[in-house]
């Protein structure tokens, strides 16, 4: 038997797989350890329950103002972890050329097409104003590193939903 997600082989009986720790029958990528800020590596076997599904969010490296895309795709909150599945990668070329800067957001989101951070790899969780307007999450890991998220529909509705992200979150930390 093989592992849906990374393709290395799983001894008969595992409910895990040994090399990236994905459930056992679970879909390709549902688990993916991809390469995000302050991810935890293969040393730790998700289990937590679901808590929330954020929906659609665009996740910017660093937590400044203003800052680059790391992609966009969905949050996933759970009782141990966030897990973030891409749907574009860094959209970082797009101001250069749009045409190209998608197709490697897309193939970017490919390659890593889901990241798990764990609460216990993070040092602190707070809302700011990203650009000065709309209300994001912001998150810095025990190694310095951190990202923003900031959820698709802003507004009011937007706004309160991230303030109650982030205080579910800090329930956790």
């Known amino acids: 038997m093989f592992c849906s997600n990374c393709g290395k082989e799983i001894s008969e009986g595992s409910r895990f797989c040994a090399n990236c720790g994905a459930p056992v ?8 350890n991809g390469g995000g800020y302050g991810q935890s590596q293969n040393y730790y076997q998700p289990t937590g329950q679901m808590i929330m599904d954020a929906g659609k969010v665009v996740v910017y490296n660093g937590v400044k103002a203003i800052g680059v895309t790391y992609g966009d795709g969905f949050l996933y909150v759970f009782d141990d ?9 860094t959209m970082a070329g797009m101001g250069v050329n749009p045409v190209v800067g998608m197709a490697v957001s897309v193939a ?11 609460y216990r790899d993070m040092a602190e969780v707070y809302t700011a104003k990203h650009a000065g307007v ?3 999450i912001c998150i810095r890991f025990r190694s310095g590193k951190g ?10 509705e937007g706004n309160a939903m991230v303030e109650q992200l982030c205080a579910t979150i800090n329930k956790y930390l």
């Not at 029958?25 to 993916?32: I, R, T």
């Not at 970017?108 to 764990?118: E, G, I």
């Open 81 to 89: 972890r966030l897990e973030f599945h891409k749907k574009h990668g």
């Open 25 to 32: 029958g679970q879909p390709v990528n549902a688990y993916a």
């Open 108 to 118: 970017s989101a490919k390659k890593n097409p889901a990241d798990t951070w764990y």
């Open 134 to 136: 709309i209300s994001k």
């Open 147 to 156: 990202f923003s998220i900031t959820l698709s529909g802003h507004g009011k």
